[in-house]
C-alpha cells in the first residue's frame, strides 16, 4: 500500500459541493492499494499511521502520536481518502499509467477494510468515498507531509 499522510490543523472532503469528511487537527491519509496488497499492508500501515510520532510535545518536539492525542484529552482526527493515482507510473512516458494500483473492486475492498480496522481502534475517523470525484481540502500543519509505503509480498506488485 501507498500513502501520503499529512498533519492537518483542519481538512474536509467535499463531493459535488457537499462536505462528506471532516475533521480538525489530526491527520488526512491519502490511501492507494496496489496490485499483491493484502490486509497485512493494511494493519502494518495502520499500525504506523496511528502510533508515529509527529505531533509536538510541550518543548516543540515531534513526540506524540495520533494515538497520544487522544491521551491529551483531544481525539484527533484521521481523515481517509482513496487515492489510486498515488500508484502512478510516469517512467514510459508524459501519460502516467496505473497498472500498479490494484483492481478497482481489490482497491475499495482494501480500503473499507483498512476504515473500518482504523474506526474499531480509533474515536474520529471520516472518510472521503471511494472511486468519487472529491475536492479536497486541508491546512497542513508544520507542513508535515510524509510518504508512506507497505510493500507487498515479493514478485507481486509487479505481475
Given at each position: 500500500?501507498?500513502?501520503?499522510?499529512?498533519?492537518?490543523?483542519e481538512a474536509r472532503v467535499l463531493i459535488?459541493?457537499?462536505?462528506?469528511?471532516?475533521?480538525?487537527?489530526?491527520?488526512?491519509?491519502?490511501?492507494?492499494?496496489?496490485?499483491?496488497?493484502?490486509?497485512?499492508?493494511?494493519?502494518?500501515?495502520?499500525?504506523?499511521?496511528?502510533?508515529?510520532?509527529?505531533?509536538?510535545?510541550?518543548?516543540?518536539?515531534m513526540n506524540h502520536s495520533?494515538?497520544?492525542?487522544?491521551?491529551?484529552?483531544?481525539?484527533?482526527?484521521?481523515?481517509?481518502?482513496?487515492?489510486?493515482?498515488?500508484?502512478?507510473?510516469?517512467?514510459?512516458?508524459?501519460?502516467?499509467?496505473?497498472?500498479?494500483?490494484?483492481?478497482?473492486?481489490?482497491?475499495?475492498?482494501?480500503?473499507?477494510?483498512?476504515?473500518?480496522?482504523?474506526?474499531?481502534?480509533?474515536?474520529?475517523?471520516?472518510?472521503?468515498?471511494?472511486?468519487?470525484?472529491?475536492?479536497?481540502?486541508?491546512?497542513?500543519?508544520?507542513?508535515?507531509?510524509?510518504?508512506?509505503?507497505?510493500?507487498?509480498?515479493?514478485?507481486?506488485?509487479?505481475?
Open positions: 500500500m501507498i500513502a501520503v499522510l499529512q498533519r492537518v490543523s459535488e459541493g457537499q462536505i462528506v469528511g471532516e475533521i480538525g487537527a489530526g491527520l488526512l491519509l491519502l490511501l492507494c492499494a496496489e496490485r499483491g496488497d493484502s490486509e497485512a499492508e493494511s494493519d502494518k500501515l495502520l499500525g504506523k499511521v496511528l502510533k508515529l510520532r509527529i505531533f509536538s510535545d510541550a518543548a516543540g518536539k495520533l494515538q497520544d492525542m487522544d491521551g491529551r484529552g483531544t481525539a484527533g482526527g484521521l481523515l481517509v481518502v482513496s487515492q489510486f493515482t498515488l500508484a502512478a507510473d510516469v517512467t514510459g512516458g508524459n501519460r502516467p499509467g496505473f497498472t500498479l494500483a490494484a483492481a478497482p473492486a481489490q482497491g475499495r475492498r482494501l480500503y473499507d477494510y483498512f476504515v473500518a480496522q482504523a474506526r474499531r481502534v480509533h474515536p474520529v475517523v471520516r472518510t472521503g468515498q471511494f472511486g468519487a470525484d472529491m475536492q479536497v481540502h486541508l491546512v497542513n500543519d508544520g507542513p508535515v507531509t510524509i510518504p508512506l509505503r507497505m510493500a507487498p509480498p515479493a514478485g507481486l506488485a509487479s505481475e
